[in-house]
């Protein structure tokens, strides 16, 4: 309690020291489901709504004519370029350190095989930059790993596939975990002796087959 007097009165000021000071950090709950009743729930129910079918959550958020929406898409792309190569690069760091063939099975490990092993070859390794890249957010169809075949030789490899936004479904960069087939992200154009023959995620089978001929050529 604060006293102070004012000429021949006194004026008590009740100061209640416990409402101005925050609770301690370790105490708060962050994930405590807010009930209906919340002054702010409309708010925050009526935006949730709209972010959801927002176009503007595409790859690249392309097809805005500000100069802030094309300064976005251009930061938006130089990052992912720069997260994919620096998994790359990382993936290709430990190969040289862990990578073990399989011997006389050829077995296709998941990551928590390879993790729990602390090894493998390249279609196990190919999971650290695949997976990886999952987690920040490269999505469904616009990452593949990908059986790629080298001319002549016929030796099998493992990597992934990166098909960049506004690129369409082709010439994707290749990442390679272990750089047999490029030491660092390039495209699959400028890739030599190497051919894509599969191309699969958690959920999707593709075989890469050349372009269709058109049936005006074909009947030629």
């Not at 708060?28 to 503007?56: G, T």
């Not at 960049?164 to 390039?186: C, F, H, I, K």
């Amino acid at each position: 309690m604060l006293v102070r007097r004012l000429g021949l009165g006194i004026a008590i000021v009740m100061v209640s020291s416990c409402a101005t000071v925050a609770p301690p950090v370790e105490s708060l709950e962050f994930f405590k489901e807010a009930p209906a009743d919340d002054p702010w729930h409309n708010k925050i129910s009526e935006w949730q709504s709209r972010h959801r079918v927002d176009p503007a959550l595409g790859p690249e958020a392309e097809g805005y004519g500000s100069e802030l929406a094309e300064d976005y898409a251009l930061f938006s792309r130089e990052l992912k370029r720069e997260i994919a190569a620096e998994a790359v690069r990382w993936t290709q760091s430990q190969s040289r350190r862990v990578y073990e063939p399989d011997g006389s099975q050829d077995h296709w490990a998941t990551l928590g095989e390879v993790l729990d092993e602390g090894s493998d070859d390249c279609d196990g390794l190919d999971l650290l930059t695949f997976q990886l890249l999952r987690r920040f957010g490269f999505e469904e169809r616009e990452i593949v790993r990908s059986i790629v075949v080298q001319n002549g030789s016929g030796q099998h490899h493992m990597v992934t596939l990166w098909f960049e936004a506004g690129e369409g479904d082709r010439d994707p960069y290749v990442l390679d975990p272990t750089g047999v087939v490029s030491s660092d992200m390039r495209r699959l154009s400028d890739i030599e002796d190497w051919v894509p023959i599969e191309a699969f995620d958690e959920d999707a089978h593709y075989r890469v087959e050349p372009p269709s001929t058109p049936a005006s050529v074909a009947g030629r």
